[in-house]
């Protein structure tokens, strides 16, 4: 399964620290339009939407999921010893 994150970000610093003011992520699935494909709508629709509710969202990144962590959460793991 595929799966993209689209996030916006006000301002350089928040765009380099990843620090989203909004992100969603679109997924492949029966019935829809390929994940990429949802992904790059989603990112007109929010440079749309920042303009012209005045957001203010300078950068709108589409960026890969890896299946490997789950979503949300960072892609590593944490060795505990006893």
């Known amino acids: 399964m595929t799966a993209y994150k689209v996030a ?10 990843k620090i989203a003011d909004y992100s969603q ?32 969202w300078t950068h709108i990144d589409v960026q890969s999921v890896t299946e490997e962590a789950p979503l949300g959460l960072p892609n590593h793991t944490v060795d505990e010893e006893g």
């Open 8 to 17: 916006a970000y006000r301002g350089k610093r928040n765009w380099y620290l």
């Open 25 to 56: 992520t679109v997924r492949d699935g029966e019935g829809k339009p390929p994940a990429r494909e949802q992904a790059e709508t989603l990112r007109r629709e929010l440079a749309e939407r920042s303009h012209r509710n005045k957001f203010g």
